[in-house]
C-alpha cells in the first residue's frame, strides 16, 4: 500500500470486490463501524477477526455476531445471513484499519496474522492485510511522552532555586514531582534494557546452552533450531519483542553449525523430534494457542499423542498436508518459535 494513501482512501477500491455499486453514505457507515470495533479494544474479537478473514471457523460464534451487530447497528440494511463473503472481505479491510491505528492491540493481532500464516497455506487477498502485518515487526514499549532533555534542565534549574533560598520557601510544584517520577520511570527502562542486551551478548560470546547443558556447536544445529529461540527469549522477556532477534538467533544457529555460514535446511518434524523432552515441556509451560502458535501446537501435539505418525498426521490436517515436512531455512524455524513464544506472553499479559 503505497504512503501517499490511507486505508480510507483505499477501502473503496477493496470493498467494491464484494459490492460494486458503493455509495458514499454506506462507505462512512462501514468505516464508522470499523472505528468502533477498534475502540472496543477486544483481543479475543480480533483474534476471530483474524480467522474470518482466513475464512476459519471461529470457535465463539458470538464473536461474529458482534462484529456483524456493530456493522448493522451503522447500517440497518447490513445482512445477517448469508453473508459469509462480506464478513471475510470486511475482516481483511479491517485489520488493515486496526494496522494502521495507534492502539497497542495492532502489535499483538499482527502477530497473530504472521503466525498463521507461516506456512503460506492461505491464499493470497488483494487486501494489503498481509502486508501491513509484517510493518508491525515489534510489540515495544511506547519511549517517553516527554522531552527528556527539557525535564532535566527544569529539575536542575528548580534545584538551584530551591538552594538559594534562604526561607525555604521554594517546593517542587506538581509539574516538577512528574517530571521526576517520569525521569526515574525513564531511567529503569533504560537500565534494564542495558542488562538485556548485555545478557544477549553475554550469550552469544560464552556460546553455550544453558538448556542442553552444552555449548552450541556440541547440541548441533537441529536441537539448536529450537533451544536458541527459547533461551533468548528466557533472557528478554522485559523488552517483550528483540527486533534483532533473527539476526541473533541466525548467529548462534552458524556457531551450533561449526561456524559453517551455510546451514543445512530442516523441517518442523526434525527438530522437535531431536529436541529433548525437558527442553519441550519447559516450552509448554509457556502455553500455545492452536492455529496462533503452529510451532508450539505442534510440540503439545507430539506430547500428547507421543506417537510421532499420529501427531504429525494430526499437525498436517490442521495446517496442510506435507507442512510438518516441508524443509525451511533453520533461522527462520528459530524466529517463528521466539515470535510465538512472545505472542504467547504479550497475549497472557492482557
Known amino acids: 500500500m503505497s504512503k501517499n494513501y490511507t486505508c480510507e482512501d483505499l477501502f473503496p477500491t477493496w470493498y467494491r470486490t464484494i459490492e460494486l455499486s458503493l455509495t458514499q453514505e454506506t462507505l462512512q ?11 472496543e479494544e477486544n483481543v479475543e474479537l480480533w483474534l476471530d477477526i483474524v480467522k474470518m478473514a482466513h475464512g476459519i471457523t471461529i470457535g465463539s460464534p458470538q464473536h461474529k455476531e458482534l462484529f456483524v451487530s456493530i456493522f448493522k447497528e451503522f447500517d440497518l440494511s447490513f445482512p445477517i445471513q448469508s453473508n459469509d463473503n462480506i464478513v471475510k472481505t470486511l475482516s481483511e479491510i479491517s485489520l ?16 497473530a496474522v504472521i503466525n498463521l500464516n507461516f506456512f503460506e497455506q492461505y491464499s493470497g487477498s488483494d487486501i494489503p492485510f498481509y502486508k501491513l502485518a509484517h510493518q508491525m515487526d515489534a510489540i515495544n514499549k511506547t519511549g517517553p ?51 538485556e542486551e548485555s545478557n544477549v551478548l553475554w550469550w552469544l560470546f560464552t556460546q553455550y546452552s544453558t538448556s542442553n547443558k552444552a555449548y552450541f556447536s556440541e547440541a548441533g544445529l537441529a536441537k539448536m533450531t529450537v533451544s536458541s529461540p527459547h533461551e533468548l527469549f528466557e533472557i528478554t522477556t522485559y523488552s517483550g519483542f528483540l527486533i534483532s532477534a533473527k539476526h541473533i538467533l541466525h548467529k548462534a544457529l552458524i556457531v551450533s553449525n561449526g561456524n559453517k555460514v551455510k546451514l543445512k535446511e530442516l523441517s518442523l518434524a526434525e ?48 495446517f496442510g498436508a506435507g507442512t510438518c515436512e516441508r524443509k525451511f531455512k533453520p533461522e527462520d524455524l528459530a524466529f517463528q518459535f521466539y515470535t510465538e513464544m512472545t505472542f504467547i506472553k504479550s497475549y497472557q499479559s492482557l
Open 29 to 39: 457507515k462501514r468505516i464508522s463501524a470499523i472505528n468502533k470495533i477498534i475502540d
Open 96 to 111: 488493515c484499519f486496526l494496522f494502521e491505528s495507534t492502539t497497542d492491540l495492532r502489535h499483538i493481532v499482527s502477530l
Open 145 to 195: 511522552i516527554f522531552n527528556i532533555s527539557e525535564a532535566v534542565e527544569n529539575l536542575r534549574d528548580k534545584a538551584s532555586a530551591i538552594e538559594e533560598d534562604e526561607e525555604g520557601e521554594e517546593t517542587l510544584e506538581i509539574e516538577d514531582s512528574l517530571n521526576l517520577i517520569n525521569l526515574v520511570i525513564h531511567i529503569n527502562d533504560e537500565n534494564n534494557k542495558l542488562k
Open 271 to 318: 527438530v522437535i523430534i531431536e529436541t529433548s523432552e525437558k527442553i519441550k515441556e519447559e516450552i509448554l509451560l509457556i502455553g500455545q494457542l492452536n492455529e496462533f502458535t503452529p510451532f508450539l501446537h505442534a510440540i503439545s501435539l507430539e506430547k500428547s499423542l507421543e506417537d510421532v505418525n499420529l501427531w504429525k498426521g494430526a499437525f498436517n490436517k490442521k
